[in-house]
């Protein structure tokens, strides 16, 4: 606003003072403030994003590869397409499962196992007709 009053009386014609100039120049000192207010807010939105969404992430892989890493023969597992099969045996990165009471045998890959079932099945012999 002085600035705008400086250059108004310069265009006035009237002489304006060195004074005059640096007292209308002192408001951009106030916005060091301003920049050091923005850049702690960044930090903490950094924070919040970590602690919140990747920290999170992280820990979840972490486990998953905890347990692609420790099965073994005989575990009951789940595919992420929704099957349940038993874990027949296991080579670099692929398994064979046999599932159904006819025990039949797929390949799926290591990386398709959703998760391992820690409970026992009831009905793994076949039916009684």
Avoid at 5 to 19: D, I, K, M, P, R
């Amino acid at each position: 606003m002085l600035m705008n009053f400086a250059t108004a009386l310069a265009e006035a014609g009237q002489a304006v003072s060195v004074n005059d100039q640096a007292t209308a120049a002192t408001p951009a000192a106030g916005g060091a403030g301003d920049m050091l207010s923005m850049v702690l807010m960044m930090a903490v939105m950094v924070a919040v994003f970590y602690f919140m969404l990747i920290r999170p992430q992280r820990k979840k892989d972490k486990a998953v590869k905890n347990m692609l890493d420790n099965l073994k023969v005989g575990d009951r597992i789940w595919t992420i397409g929704g099957f349940y099969g038993t874990v027949a045996a296991i080579k670099d990165d692929t398994v064979t499962l046999t599932m159904g009471s006819l025990q039949n045998t797929v390949v799926i890959k290591r990386s398709a196992v959703g998760g391992v079932e820690n409970v026992a099945v009831e009905n793994e012999a076949a039916p009684e007709i």
